[in-house]
């Protein structure tokens, strides 16, 4: 293979990279625990907060209403991390040594 084809190669995946990324970005993710949801985008933003069964929390859950929100965040941000991972390990395995 020349330089090139190589070169041209290595553009090709580049621009399906950028693809895959800006659409793992314009993707929403839901998260959620026992009393909360979230939801955020593939940057890692968070779009919403729910909180369930408002009118049963008093004063003293807030601490765990914090943790559940907490819960809710990192399982929200995992499922980014994890369809980043799944799009982009293809790109990984395709030029080694290149990426």
């Known amino acids: 293979m020349n330089i090139q084809a190589l070169m041209k190669q290595a553009q090709t995946l580049q621009k399906d990279m950028q693809k895959q ?3 793992i970005e314009k993707t929403t993710f839901e998260g959620e625990s ?3 949801k979230v939801k ?3 940057k890692k933003e968070v779009l919403s907060i ?3 069964n408002k009118e049963n929390l008093e004063k003293d859950d807030l601490e765990i ?3 559940m ?3 809710a ?3 929200a941000f995992k499922k980014v991390d994890d369809l ?7 790109y990984s395995n395709m030029m080694p040594g290149l990426f």
């Open 65 to 67: 209403l914090e943790d």
């Open 21 to 23: 990324e800006e659409e």
């Open 84 to 90: 980043r991972e799944q799009k982009m390990s293809k």
């Open 50 to 52: 729910t909180i369930e």
């Open 69 to 71: 929100i907490m819960v």
């Open 40 to 42: 955020v985008n593939g």
């Open 34 to 36: 026992s009393l909360v």
């Open 73 to 75: 965040l990192n399982n």
